[in-house]
T-cell receptor
Framework: KNQVEQSPQSLIILEGKNCTLQ??????????LRWYKQDTGRGPVSLTI?????NTKSNGRYTATLDADTKQSSLHITASQLSDSASYIC????????????FGAGTRLAVHP | GAGVSQSPRYKVAKRGQDVALRCDPI?????LFWYQQALGQGPEFLTY????????KSGLPSDRFFAERPEGSVSTLKIQRTQQEDSAVYLC?????????????FGSGTRLTVV
């Protein structure tokens, strides 16, 4: 069973609309949670990183929330743009140290004009 | 260089052929990781180097996969006798000595297609 689960698997929205992506994780112990954006044919790029003591963190139009008690995170995208079309991946470091990352399968977002 | 560079960007191999994928990490970056990303999935850990030492190879799917980083900089991932299930994007990432836990930089990957 994957230790990082994401939903929805894919999402289509119209330009200018908002959306929220979900992530549940079971990795323990927990140190931090990251959201990455991966454009087609590119490597993942970090959007936000939150430690267990942070509840919310923003990066421009991206706002991530974290509930370490329920082991849930969300990524909210405001006023979507065509360039937001990408896969958004939730990532949690494994408990083994040295920054080995466990990735979710991602949510594929398509923003249409 | 300014980022992590991977080559080739695309590789088509006939089943049974050996392939070698190259990763040039950011200069001075100590930690280097290889990940495998199947179509529509998130990346999965393959192996980890700290300088030239391969500290974890637990993610390598079989003994056909081999990785090395002999001088602690450039790394090569070699796949022998490729099979169709090896088709994936192979991502390399590095972290610098001054970075905290968060300083992952990924390359753009090598897309391997085995036919």
């Amino acid at each position: 069973k994957n230790q990082v689960e994401q939903s929805p698997q894919s999402l289509i929205i119209l330009e200018g609309k908002n959306c929220t992506l979900q992530c549940n994780y079971t990795v323990s112990p927990f140190s931090n949670l990251r959201w990455y954006k991966q454009d087609t044919g590119r490597g993942p790029v970090s959007l936000t990183i939150m430690t267990f003591s942070e509840n919310t963190k923003s990066n421009g139009r991206y706002t991530a929330t974290l509930d370490a008690d329920t082991k849930q995170s969300s990524l909210h995208i405001t006023a979507s743009q065509l360039s937001d079309s990408a896969s958004y991946i939730c990532v949690v470091p494994s408990s083994g140290g040295y920054n080995k990352l466990i990735f979710g399968a991602g949510t594929r977002l398509a923003v249409h004009p | 260089g300014a980022g992590v560079s991977q080559s080739p960007r695309y590789k088509v191999a006939k089943r049974g052929q050996d392939v070698a994928l190259r990763c040039d990490p950011i200069s001075g970056h100590v930690s280097l990781f290889w990940y495998q990303q199947a179509l529509g999935q998130g990346p999965e850990f393959l192996t980890y180097f700290q300088n030239e030492a391969q500290l974890d190879k637990s993610g390598l799917p079989s003994d056909r996969f081999f990785a090395e980083r002999p001088e602690g900089s450039v790394s090569t991932l070699k796949i022998q006798r490729t099979q169709q299930e090896d088709s994936a994007v192979y991502l390399c990432a590095s972290i610098g000595p001054a970075d905290n836990n968060y300083g992952y930089t990924f390359g753009s990957g090598t897309r391997l297609t085995v036919v």
